[in-house]
């Protein structure tokens, strides 16, 4: 199996990765190709080529990094207040257009992302926003008691049974 590896493949009512870690280096060096930048100015492109729906992380990102440079893909320069440069090599490039269908498909899905993400109705993705946020912070304030459990997912099984009735 190759470092670089093909799209994740969700089975129905999973959502999977957006990116396989593969495909994230290869986005990664396409970003580079076009101009060299920091990681957090690489995380903020793919950020903006999904409209927001997405953010890599910088637990991934920064690592993917040093994996693209240990492997003679980038090179780092000008450190700036700690944030290093990334240029793509000429083995860098050479490897990524070696590799330029596979970077496509990882591209044309940032995209397709983006479109369902600007489909949702506004009030759906608040709604959707709010309830993540209210179960995660109820999950943070501590265990749950066998009842609370139970009550919990019935709220969660309910709301799914009206959502598709709908």
Known sequence: M???????????????????HGGL????????????????ELIKAI???VNGSYSPSPGVVYPALTLLEEMGYVSVGAVE?????????DAGLQFFESQRDEA????????AKARAHAERPPQIQRAV???????????QRGPLT???AHAFAAVLDSAAQNIEKI
Request: hydrophobic share 35%; proline share 4%; no cysteine.
């Open 81 to 89: 207040g700690g944030r290093k440069l990334h240029t793509i090599t």
């Open 104 to 111: 496509d498909a990882h591209w044309a899905r940032l995209q």
């Open 146 to 148: 066998e009842e609370q």
């Open 25 to 40: 280096k290869l986005v990664l060096l396409r970003l580079i190709a076009e101009k060299p930048s920091h990681g957090y």
């Open 2 to 20: 190759s470092d670089f590896e093909p799209l994740s493949r969700a089975g129905p009512g999973r959502r999977g990765r957006v990116l396989a």
């Open 47 to 49: 950020e903006e080529q």
């Open 129 to 139: 926003e709010n309830f993540k946020l209210a179960v995660h912070m109820r999950l």
